[in-house]
């Protein structure tokens, strides 16, 4: 009896430490943590970003809209680096890829790699490109599907600057 108790009470522990995190995205909730690597295979989380406004970009190559706003990101990255932070993550490329088109681009924010899609999962990504716009307290705010005349996009990642 007293086995099962404490089987019963662990179990309830381990569940709620797993529930910590969201795993869904939901809008004005906390944004579901990454599981994507860059393409060393290092760990990236929302946590290394604290205080920062992020754009969370889902994208492919060989998808001209997913890859035309990636310099004008940049640039807004590099006008607020201690303000925003941009994450383009990739889970349908290969890493040999996605490495030559970094190495080419020179970007100055990470190109992830989702291997086996749990960050898309987490942030229900069904078609590329989208944007999720994740504020400085880490919560999700605008979610842009498809591709938005930069001038709009750029208007709505400013009002949380």
């Not at 069904?126 to 750029?154: C, T, Y």
């Amino acid at each position: 009896m007293r086995k099962s108790v404490l089987t019963l009470l662990l179990f309830a522990l381990l569940f709620n430490a797993c529930s910590a995190v969201p795993q869904k995205a939901k809008m004005n909730a906390q944004a579901p943590e990454l599981s994507a690597k860059t393409l060393s295979g290092d760990p990236v989380t929302l946590s290394n970003y604290a205080g920062k406004v992020i754009v969370l970009r889902f994208w492919m190559m060989g998808c001209a809209s997913c890859t035309e706003a990636m310099p004008l990101l940049d640039q807004l990255q590099e006008q607020y680096p201690d303000k925003l932070a941009i994450i383009a993550v990739n889970s349908l490329n290969e890493n040999k890829d996605i490495a030559a088109f970094e190495a080419q681009s020179k970007f100055h924010y990470p190109l992830l790699k989702d291997d086996i899609d749990i960050t898309a999962k987490r942030y229900n990504v069904r078609s590329v490109p989208i944007m999720f716009l994740i504020d400085n307290q880490g919560v999700l705010k605008e979610v842009i599907h498809g591709e938005l005349p930069w001038k709009e996009a750029q208007k709505i990642i400013m009002k949380y600057l």
